[in-house]
């Protein structure tokens, strides 16, 4: 039996990666979107998320790909009219709205899965399995990209909630809560807000680790050219680089898992873990990698540099 389900925000997410998921799933078959905006061939669209709830009392499962700030609305009314909720990252724009979305599905009885796609990456598993008994000495996040490229005429990211270059940069903390067998916390940050955006465009972050580790991150969203997506790691029994946004591993050098196509079997994987969440009547909210974001943003230091223009 397959779920029918609704995808909500039919944006670049939605159109590369769910719509095309979604048709390969046994598990689910789209039913409806949501969207003010064109939607998905062949496909019934409501403007509304209220109005899909009500005209569509059949479909069970609601996927929202809308960007942070507007998800908390549709999340909530989804759950009140006890359907399941399957969140984009980051499950929402505050720390406390996801805590009240977990708490309302829970109320309901329903599920809530908060997916992480870089967690799907290729090689995540075989890193998180290499450091799993190994002393950490260091470790560093290398996330470069260039924000014309990856986010043409999105504004949203520039918004307040909108996280600016930790729209990238959460990814790679999902990695890095994901990975190491203990948990880290921010001791410090500095953030490079243009003058003329509400969010930063770039970001260093230093991490304490309870062995004493170094641990930090570099973002920055103004690299032309070659893009970087690396975790490098040293550890008593050798160095370790997962590159690529977790695609690839190389252990002291050498290539031990390779993978070509970034995001390649990511959201496939995160429709089948909502498949196994929903048999299970499961609830899955993991917002370890929302924590250092929002902990960047209470503890950073901000710099202002040059305007950013599209
Ligand atoms: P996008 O292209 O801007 O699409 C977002 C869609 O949400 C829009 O098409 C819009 O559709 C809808 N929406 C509803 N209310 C909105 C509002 N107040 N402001 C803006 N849009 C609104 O964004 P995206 O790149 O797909 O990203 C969406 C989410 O997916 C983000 O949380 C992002 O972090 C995540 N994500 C993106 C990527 C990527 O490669 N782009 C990768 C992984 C995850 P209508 O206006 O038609 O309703």
Known sequence: MAWKIALAGIGKIARDQHVPSIAASRDFDLAATVTRHEGVDGVENHADIEAMLAARPDIEVVSLCLPP???????????????HVMLEKPP?????????????????????????????????????????????????????????RWHPGQEWIWEPGGLGVFDPGINALSILTRILPTPVHLAGATLKFPENRQTP???????????????????????????????????????????????????????????????????????????????????????????????????????IVAPFHE
């Open 69 to 83: 700030v507007p998800r908390f609305e549709y999340a909530a009314a989804a759950i009140k009219a006890g359907r």
């Open 201 to 303: 465009i770039a970001a260093d972050l230093a991490f304490r680790h309870p062995d004493g580790a170094e641990v930090s991150a570099v973002f920055d969203w103004r690299k032309e050219g070659d893009q970087f997506w690396n975790i490098e790691a040293e550890t008593d029994r050798g160095t370790m680089e997962l590159s690529d946004g977790g695609a690839n591993l190389s252990i002291d050098g050498a290539m031990v898992e390779a993978s070509d196509v970034a995001l390649e079997g990511e959201y496939p994987n995160l429709y089948m873990r909502m498949a196994e969440i929903l048999r299970t009547g499961g609830i899955d909210m993991d917002l370890s990698p929302m924590v250092h974001v929002a902990d960047a943003f209470l503890l950073g230091k901000r710099e």
């Open 92 to 148: 929402g724009a505050t720390l406390a709205e996801c805590h009240a979305l977990e708490a309302m599905a829970r109320n309901a009885g329903v599920s809530i899965y908060a997916t992480w796609h870089s967690r799907e990456a290729a090689s995540v598993e075989a890193a998180r399995n290499w450091l799993a008994d190994k002393r950490l000495k260091s470790l560093k996040i290398t996330w470069l990209e260039d924000v014309r």
